[in-house]
């Protein structure tokens, strides 16, 4: 049986001594009840987009990521491409909306946040996790309190039929989905019917057709990690419900204080490499905006998740180790990407001797997603640093600042 309690723990930032006690129960019971053997790794995410979005997307995620298009489910409401790296790493669903005037329980979760309503349809809904055994499973969860859409909801928001799906969480607004899958087996989403748009190929072929005549198409590796904003006083509930919903376990937290701050990250119990389940990290302001009159202290974390909602903030992919042209691969890449316009906050953070190098890009204004790169040295061991993490949180609040002048004024 697996033990999910078995980990040592990283980190500095002190938890509440109710999350110490719930922590190891929550573990220990999942484990005892089967869940934790019957949850596999995450095996789609999923991302919609406004009407007319979806091709620059893909072009741009076929540039920036090693994603490529596979086919388009065409549904009532949706077109949604299948975008594979392989079987051994996630898929992303990225999903079109049809029609502006369409509404649903997601876009009304856009619609109530000042920035995140300039965008009605595009956000990240959640994670597609691997069940061997899906109706048990849901079950499962359902008899410890956690809710999932009926069937019949599932049609009328034109999701997957073969994927049980929860309603979204109070603390992150993610969903968690469901799907069973042989173990050699293809993954299959039964969703309308299955075509090529020659558009969306031609899209796909352009950004790959960029990232080889750069010469970096080698160097982007699979998703190391997605990042998800919340609020403050959220931070331990929404670790103990991602854990409940999912085989991950509890790795640390970190105190970004500078930030006022702290990251937060739980990884997949079955020591799979990040390229196979990435690591999934919820990031918490340490004090509500409420009393920030008081203190002045800077709330990039805070002020973002008020903008926009709890959600997704970023997808960290994974930059191979070395060096081209005499440059880190990250900044080879970088530099590369850069020159086709596309922007990055501030300069690469770290270094070699730090153990790693990171980079954030400016929000995509189709997603509204920030792409992140790691790139590791020498299979550094610790999962990131804290003057890293300090100084890309300042970099995406400066990012974040403009608009907020916007909304002020
Ligand atoms: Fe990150």
Known sequence: MLDSTRFPRFGDKTNSSSF????????????????????????????????????????????????????????????????????????????????????????????????????????????????????????????????????????????????????????????????????EGIRVYQHGECIILASIQAAYERGKEMQESLSIKDLILPIDHLATRVYSQNREAALLEYLALSSYYYWGSYDIKDQNSSTNVTKNVRFEPESASPAKVFTANNSPYCVNHLDRLPSPTETFVRNYGPRLHHMALAVKDGQRNGMEHIDFVVAAIAAQGKGFLLDTIGSREAGLKQIFSAASEFSTLIIEYVQRFDNFQGFFTRENVALLTFAAGLADAPQQQTRAG
């Open 20 to 183: 110490e006690e719930y922590l190891p129960r929550l573990l220990e019971e999942r484990d005892r009840s089967g869940l934790t053997e019957m949850i596999g790794g995450i095996e789609a995410l999923m991302i919609t987009v406004e009407p007319g979005n979806s091709l620059e997307y893909v072009s741009e995620l076929s540039l920036m990521t090693p994603y490529h298009y596979l086919v388009t489910l065409d549904s009532p409401k949706h077109f949604t491409h299948v975008l594979r790296i392989d079987m051994n790493s996630p898929d992303i669903l990225l999903r079109e909306v049809k029609d502006s005037t369409y509404s649903d329980i997601f876009r009304n979760l856009n619609d109530i946040y000042p920035i995140g309503e300039r965008r009605h349809h595009s956000r990240y809904l959640g994670e597609i996790l691997l069940a061997t055994q899906r109706h048990e499973v849901v079950a499962l969860q359902q008899s410890r309190e956690f809710s999932f859409f009926q069937i019949g909801q599932l049609a009328e928001l034109d999701l997957p039929i073969n994927v049980s799906i929860s309603r979204p969480s109070p603390y992150t607004q993610n969903i968690v989905g469901y799907m069973e899958r042989n173990a």
